[in-house]
Structures are given as C-alpha cells and as structure tokens.
C-alpha cells in the first residue's frame, strides 16, 4: 500500500474543505449573527491539518489500486466529519458537547436528516446554512462514490461472464 500518496490525497482534500468554511463565514457577515469565528478557526484549523498531511507527502507519486481508493473513501469520509465537527464546538451558538457536534457533522455528511439541536428558528443563520451545507456534500459524496464503486463492480462482472464466454467457445 502507497501510505504517503494516501496521505497526500487526504491532506489535499481537507486543504480543499477548508476553503468551504469560506461561505458560511461570509454568511455569518452578512446577517452578523456571531457565528463568524467558529467558521474562521476552522478554516485555519482544517488548512493546517490538511497542509501537515500534505506538505510531506507533495511530491509523493504511485499507482493506487482499488484498496487504496476504498481506504482514501474512509480515512476521508472520517477525517472530514471529524473537521467539520469544529464549527459546531468552537461556535457559542448552539451549545453543543463534542459528542452532539460530531453526531451533527456525520448525519449532515451521511444525510441521515437526524440531528440533536433543538430550537432550529433560533440558531445563526451561519450555523443553519453550514449544516445544509454538510448535507448537500453527504448528498454529493455518495453521488460521486456510487459513481467511482459502480465501473468497478460493473468491469469484475464483465470480466466474469467474459471469462466464462471464453471458457464456452473452446
């Protein structure tokens, strides 16, 4: 297994989802609803998390295999929920325990639609806005994994009957 490509393609992604707390923060600014800092110290956060993955690994070139994707899926799938839990710590409002704000950032990123928040009218629009947002890219994610999961399964089947056409006409 190429661990430092992995690596590298991890960090380049959470690089890349750091840039996302770029809208919230502005929506924070336009409504002034306070929520602003949490969404600037997870920005920073998240690009040095992603630029440490990285920057050691930059030039890091091999051939990833299937396994590699399938694990890239899931260090992904976790580092990401993991990140985008911060806005919801570092945030005063809403309130929320580690715990909550992790179960928030997975179920926007799996779009479950569950959630421990109570008064929703009552929280920043920043914060409402975030949390479509996490959920939109859950939305997206699956979309671009079934995607990436489908030729695979679809080429081990065609290389089945084909092996088995072969097999026929001898």
Avoid: C
């Avoid at 694990?71 to 806005?87: E, Q, Y």
């Avoid at 005063?92 to 109570?118: Q, Y």
Wanted: charge should be positive; avoid cysteine; charged fraction near 10%.
């Amino acid at each position: 297994m190429h661990f430092r490509a992995i690596t590298r393609i991890v960090g380049l992604l959470v690089i890349l989802f750091s840039g996302t707390m770029i809208l919230p923060g502005l929506v924070a600014l336009i409504y002034r609803d306070g929520a602003g800092r949490a969404f600037t110290q997870t920005f920073f956060v998240a690009l040095a998390i992603g630029s440490i993955l990285w920057w050691p690994n930059r030039r890091e070139k091999g051939e990833l295999k299937s396994r590699e994707g399938f694990l890239i899926v899931v260090l992904f799938w976790t580092v990401l929920g993991s990140v985008g839990a911060l806005p919801f710590i570092f945030s005063e409002s809403p309130n929320l325990t580690i715990t909550d704000a992790f179960f928030e950032s997975f179920s926007g990123l799996t779009t479950t639609g569950a959630t421990t928040l109570v008064g929703l009218d009552s929280l920043p629009h920043a914060i409402l806005f975030y949390r479509q947002m996490l959920q939109w890219f859950g939305g997206m994610g699956i979309i671009v994994l079934a995607v990436a999961i489908l030729p695979i399964l679809a080429s081990g089947d065609a290389a089945l009957s084909g092996g088995n056409a072969g097999a026929a006409q001898r």
